[in-house]
């Protein structure tokens, strides 16, 4: 991170925040001034003693307007909950990982009500506009997070992920975006979204600033050590055809293709892999799918009282949720526990599966307030995303180089669950790679 102060740092990072032409209003829609100030000069006085609490120390950070911070209602991006919700009794458990290993918390960032998209669009508290273009989305769920990387209102923002919600904001935003194993991080205190597929990642500029986020809130402060990259040439990429490679827009398959030609010049042994299991996956979801009516379990006293209040495209999908016989929940459950372990088989001879993150780049704004280009639109974002989350895997989005004036493009590169490690360190070479 940056040498200077860390109060320097955060005042400069409230500075942004409160810009009155800037997005913070949109973006961070709690503020902790007091608090943050006081957290700075207690790094400020470690760092002067040589004493550190572990990679975050004095790290500017935010996270998601769904973590229970003490003493305030979690809203979850909901004018209900916002209105509704007690205040939480303690922290989300990453959030007391967080302080404890000495980051400055600064805000809590704005996001899709409940976290049901992956748009990034919130009637109620506003849409913060994309970083390369204001008309734009940032993508969602979790969509102040990479819009308060970008403009440096923090140095690392922590996002749910269920069904793309760090790696979609990351990728149209250009920046990393880490989705761990799910069972690595623990969800206690994140206000739910699905109980089966929620996982919590950072979203940052570099793979390192994600390796050590993901440190911290993984209980591994005390044993990270230095991320160092690995050796790029022999290893094993699989590039997924089929439905990860269809129907994308010119600028993602443009970038996408070069991209694998650099890898293939560097010396990695690229195949093309056709996953009969990607089919077998939409046979499952076909009933349904799992988040909605994990979603309806959960949002079902507030649908009854108060569905007009909620977002009207996220009211929607929960309304499908509900539609869902228990039975095929049950059979849909059953369906994806045999089809992760035949994944983890299918992906045993590769180190890394490589496919764009999403098909398409950021829509506009405008574009996405018609329901139909709505739903559309949300669904070519989460095609890729979902696919991860679906087969309990862990995977990251690295910002593709562009041409002058083209959207950002991500880059996924995904493992099995439990190789979080390895494709950190695999994605740190592949990242300076891109960039030379």
Do not use: W
Request: net charge neutral; glycine share 8%; hydrophobic share 45%.
């Amino acid at each position: 991170m940056n040498q200077s102060s860390c109060r320097d740092r955060l005042e400069l990072a409230l500075f942004r925040i409160a810009e009155p032409d800037g997005q913070g209003s949109r973006t961070c829609l709690t503020v902790y001034p007091t608090a943050a100030r006081a957290a700075a000069d207690a790094a400020d006085a470690r760092a002067g003693l040589g004493l550190s609490l572990g990679p975050l120390d004095g790290v500017i950070v935010s996270v998601k307007d769904l973590f229970d911070v003490a003493g305030e209602p979690t809203r979850a991006g909901s004018k209900i909950l916002a209105e509704e919700a007690t205040p939480a009794l303690a922290d989300a458990a990453i959030v007391r990982r967080l302080r404890a290993g000495g980051a400055v918390i600064v805000a809590k960032t704005n996001m899709t009500e409940f976290a049901f998209s992956g748009i990034g669009a919130n009637p109620h508290f506003g849409t913060p506009g994309n970083p390369h273009d204001r008309t734009r989305v940032p993508g969602g769920s979790s969509a102040g997070a990479p819009v308060a990387v970008a403009d440096g209102m923090c140095e690392i923002s922590i996002g749910s992920d269920t069904g793309g919600s760090v790696r979609i904001p990351a990728s149209l935003c250009g920046l990393v975006g880490f989705k761990p194993s799910r069972q690595r991080v623990p969800t206690d205190g994140a206000f739910p979204l699905s109980y089966t597929l929620d996982s919590i990642g950072p979203i940052a500029s570099t793979v390192v600033h994600c390796a050590k986020a993901d440190a911290v809130m993984a209980g591994e402060e005390f044993s990270f050590s230095p991320l160092e990259p690995a050796a790029l040439a022999g290893l094993r990429f699989g590039v997924a055809e089929g439905l990860p490679l269809d129907r994308l827009d010119d600028t993602v398959a443009s970038a996408f293709a070069a991209a694998a030609k650099r890898l293939d010049g560097a010396g990695v042994r690229i195949s093309h892999e056709t996953i009969a299991l990607f089919d077998d996956m939409n046979e499952v979801n076909a009933k349904g799918g799992i988040s909605p009516p994990e979603a309806c379990s959960i949002h079902r006293d507030r649908m009854r009282r108060r569905a007009a209040d909620i977002d009207p495209n996220v009211r929607a999908r929960i309304e499908r949720g509900c539609a869902v016989p228990a039975a095929d929940y049950v059979d849909m459950l059953r369906g994806r526990a045999r089809l992760v372990r035949a994944m983890e088989a299918r992906l045993a001879g590769l180190d890394v599966l490589v496919m764009p993150t999403t098909s398409i780049v950021a829509p506009t704004i405008a574009e996405v307030a018609d329901a139909k280009v709505f739903a559309a639109r949300n669904a070519a974002l989460l095609r890729n995303t979902a696919i991860i989350n679906f087969f309990d895997l862990c995977a990251i989005t690295l910002p593709l180089p562009s041409v002058s004036g083209a959207l950002p493009v991500g880059l996924m590169l995904v493992a099995r669950n439990g190789q979080d490690h390895r494709l950190l360190r695999i994605a740190a070479a592949v990242e300076a790679l891109l960039k030379n």
